[in-house]
């Protein structure tokens, strides 16, 4: 009689199991051991920011520099950026007859300012002199010349605005018969109408310049200064900054 078979093999070892059929992973399963699809992934960290300015390396401005009309600190403003770039710089327009009421006041750190000025309670530094030139119209003889004399002004109207800064008085010349104009805008508009000559600095030429008018350098004329001024008394680091670049002082120098 045959032996019942235990578990179905010989001597009654029990058989293997048949080998399990792997099937194919679909492209892009991560691979073992690798998180899976279904799990959180990790968001990056956000790159850190600029680091922030130790204590007392904020700016202190903005540095308020005041100037009158005709007054050219371009070049010191670039200067200034170069070397500031974290404090401001606000260019506040004045008139010359508020120049010193604005120092005095507070209402500027500095200024470039037109001499003369009362100096009591400011520090003065002159920078540069302006030439005078006479301003006609466009088809004024006057234009024949390349440089004009106080002679060659000899029956010209000469307008005076009330806002002149030369103070100039030229022998020869005819007093208008109307008021004078408020500023030199409107007295150069007056000339450019065919109407006498103005006396102003070259750079309140151009700072006026039109197509109708033309301007000559008077020779032996009045020179206009440009100076900087401030009060001692508020001198800060952003004054004697700026002191030291008009100076010509480089970044390194000391005082």
């Known amino acids: 009689m045959a032996k ?11 058989r293997r199991d048949a080998p399990t059929r792997r099937t194919a992973k679909p492209k892009g399963s991560p ?27 904020e700016p202190a401005g903005p540095f308020r520099l005041g100037a009158i009309p005709g007054a050219t600190p371009g070049k010191w403003i670039d200067t200034w950026h170069e070397r500031m770039p974290r404090t401001a710089l606000e260019l ?10 604005a120092l005095v006041e507070g209402e500027v750190d500095a200024a470039l300012v037109r001499l003369p000025i009362d100096k009591d309670g400011l ?29 060659d ?9 009330l806002d002149d800064v030369l103070g100039v008085e030229i022998a020869g010349t005819v ?27 070259m750079s309140l030429a151009r700072l006026h310049q039109r197509k109708d008018t033309e301007y000559r350098p008077l020779h032996g004329g009045p020179a206009s200064t440009v100076a900087l001024a401030w009060v001692p008394d508020r001198t800060t680091a952003e004054v004697d900054s700026f002191v030291g670049i008009v100076r010509g002082r480089t970044a390194n120098s000391s005082r």
């Open 31 to 57: 691979p073992a051991g690798k998180a899976t699809a279904g799990r959180q992934q990790r968001t990056p960290k956000p790159s850190p920011g600029p680091a922030p300015a130790p204590p007392g390396s």
């Open 123 to 151: 520090n003065v530094i002159p920078l540069y002199d302006e030439v005078p030139v006479v301003v006609c119209a466009r088809d004024s003889h006057l234009t024949v010349a390349e440089e004009l004399d106080a002679a």
């Open 153 to 161: 002004l000899d029956g010209e109207v000469l307008i005076v605005p």
């Open 92 to 101: 506040v327009a004045l008139a010359v007859a508020d120049q010193r009421r």
């Open 175 to 201: 007093r208008p018969a109307f008021a004078a104009p408020a500023d030199t805008a409107e007295a150069i508009a007056t000339v450019a109408a065919g109407v006498g000559i103005v006396v102003v600095p």
């Open 4 to 14: 019942g078979r235990a578990g179905g093999g010989r001597g009654g070892r029990p």
